[in-house]
């Protein structure tokens, strides 16, 4: 049987939410048998993140060249700094019959969506807005200044929920990682049947 391409999986939702701590999570599981795709990004890297792993960290000249040379599967502008994915390493991991696993904002998510319909759509909600904020604040990662727009963007990434496949509320990281393990394996399911049913009526069955 001929291999079936790799499985887009993407997870959005608000900064702050917490999908970099159910990401890291999830792949440091060892039954996780999905890829991460590293983003490009122009903002400045936070202490201890690493180029190449936590991100390619690009200047804006660069990035802007890549998007020129459409090197970019998707891309967005966040709070006065680009954000992309890499469309060569999601191609080719996709092609080999391996999952793919994309972190990335709503504006992002809606242009695959334009794209790659068949993709699963992941939305990482919070318990409340109020909570939300507190774990915003709660990281000290950002200034006052950029807290209050990552917030005022929320809001506006909170209305996108509704069209994604799947809501998973961050309540306790473990359970977040779980549900979103159950919904990766149901949606394999789903595609497996449908390509069986598909095939034995290819073959005339
Ligand atoms: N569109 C898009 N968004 C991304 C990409 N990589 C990361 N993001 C999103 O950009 C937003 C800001 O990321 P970051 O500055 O690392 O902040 P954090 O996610 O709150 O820790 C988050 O919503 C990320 O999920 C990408 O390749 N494309
Ligand atoms: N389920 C959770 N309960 C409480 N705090 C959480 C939870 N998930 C993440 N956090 C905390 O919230 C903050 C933001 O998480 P982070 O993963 O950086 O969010 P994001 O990547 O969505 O911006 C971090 O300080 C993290 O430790």
Known sequence: ?????????????????????????????????????????????????????????????????LIELGGLLEHAEFVGNYYGTPLAYVND?????????????????????????????????????????ERLVGRGTETEDIIAKRIATAREELEMMSLYDYVVENDEVQNACDKINAIIKAEHCRRERVEKIYLSMLRGE
């Not at 709503?106 to 904020?133: C, M, N, T, W, Y």
């Open 1 to 65: 049987m001929r291999k079936q391409r790799g499985l887009l999986i993407v997870l959005s939702g608000p900064s702050g939410v917490g999908k970099g701590t159910v990401r890291k999570e999830l792949f440091s599981q060892a039954n996780t048998n999905y890829e991460y795709s590293i983003s490009m990004t122009t903002r400045q890297p936070r202490e201890g993140e690493i180029d190449g792993i936590d991100y390619f960290f690009k200047t804006r000249e660069e990035f802007e060249a």
């Open 93 to 133: 991991t996709l092609e080999a019959g391996r999952d793919v696993f994309l972190e990335i904002e709503v504006q992002g998510a809606a242009q695959i969506r334009a794209k790659a319909p068949d993709a699963l759509f992941i939305f990482l909600a919070p318990p409340s807005l109020s909570e939300l904020k």
